[in-house]
């Protein structure tokens, strides 16, 4: 599910079923400000690609937006536990973005794919996603 | 004679070309706004467009996932949204293509997704489980079985339409 009110419709009618809150990590920077961007639209679309295959027990929230500069790791932590009782048992944040090392982050590393031919942008697009399911299927049958 | 009688003085012969003039330039405003407030009355019912997805040499009996595109149209934005569907050949050699789409929250679906329940289709999230044919099976969370594209063979192309309920509970 996606963070708009027609899904969050839906979340609160099957709220039960949803204990995934998936949040891409989005770091922003000024110098080499097109590397950044490039990372965030990287991590948007693989958390969206997740969202689209796992829609019914993943939420997905609107990224955590970062200056590169900024200390983020109590952020981070703040956000599990505001997550955690709300109610959502597993939560995944999604960066391209190598600084965070936490059990609850996957890496997708951005490549510069600009211009890269279709079908092997398409295959590591495809890998990560399988990544980032993967991730999640293994927290869901670890818990279970 | 009937000349003079029907002289047009030069009053009317103002009035008449201004009159007629106006006239078309009023049309030429109006009718414009005119077929653009009928407009949403006269359009036809927006059908999804057919997509080529597949090769028929390549369909066989066990289901393969095809990924494609469809174009989308949310009011006036319009985005190309990607789809998938499992498609093969049932018993009579018809082309079955289910939609992946899991019918009890919308998670996608997969074939032999797990190994205590082979040659069923499996969804990750909640454990649903479907046959082939896309029943679902009981004592599982989904309500229905999983939607059938409407299909259409040209060419030795698989074409594919909109994604239709199936009956059945």
Request: hydrophobic content about 40%; proline content about 6%; charged content about 25%.
């Amino acid at each position: 599910m996606k963070w708009t009110a027609k899904d969050v419709d839906m979340y609160q009618q099957a709220k039960e079923y949803v204990d995934t809150a998936l949040v891409p990590c989005v770091p922003i920077g000024i110098t080499n400000m097109k590397a950044f961007a490039e990372m965030s639209e990287h991590t948007l679309f693989i958390a969206n690609e997740v969202e689209r295959q796992f829609k019914g027990r993943v939420m997905l929230f609107p990224p955590l937006t970062y200056f590169v500069q900024e200390q983020i790791q109590a952020r981070v932590y703040e956000w599990i536990n505001m997550l955690k009782q709300a109610g959502f048992q597993h939560i995944c944040f999604v960066t391209s973005h190598a600084d965070i090392a936490d059990e609850s982050f996957v890496y997708v590393p951005a490549l510069p794919l600009e211009h890269a031919d279709e079908a092997y942008k398409q295959k590591v697009m495809r890998q990560q996603v399988e990544q980032v399911m993967d991730a999640l299927v293994t927290k869901w049958t670890l818990k279970n | 004679m009937s000349e003079k009688k029907h002289r047009v003085s030069r009053r009317q012969f103002l009035n008449y070309t201004l009159t007629g003039v106006g006239g078309f330039m009023a049309a030429g405003i109006l009718s414009p706004m005119v077929r653009f407030a009928l407009d949403p009355i006269l359009k036809e019912e927006a059908g999804q467009d057919m997509v080529a997805v597949a090769q028929v040499k390549d369909i066989t009996t066990e289901p393969q996932r095809f990924d494609f595109k469809v174009k989308v149209k949310d009011a006036w934005y319009e985005s190309e949204e990607p789809r998938s569907a499992w498609v093969f050949k049932d018993e009579n050699g018809d082309i079955v293509a289910l939609s992946p789409i899991c019918k009890h929250l919308g998670c996608t679906v997969n074939w032999n997704g797990e190994k205590s329940n082979p040659n069923r289709f499996f969804c990750p999230c909640h454990y649903g489980l479907y046959e082939k044919d896309g029943t679902n099976v009981p004592n599982t969370p989904p309500p229905a079985p999983l939607d059938r594209y409407e299909y259409e063979v040209k060419d030795g192309t698989l074409y594919l339409g909109k994604a239709k309920p199936q009956g059945g509970a």
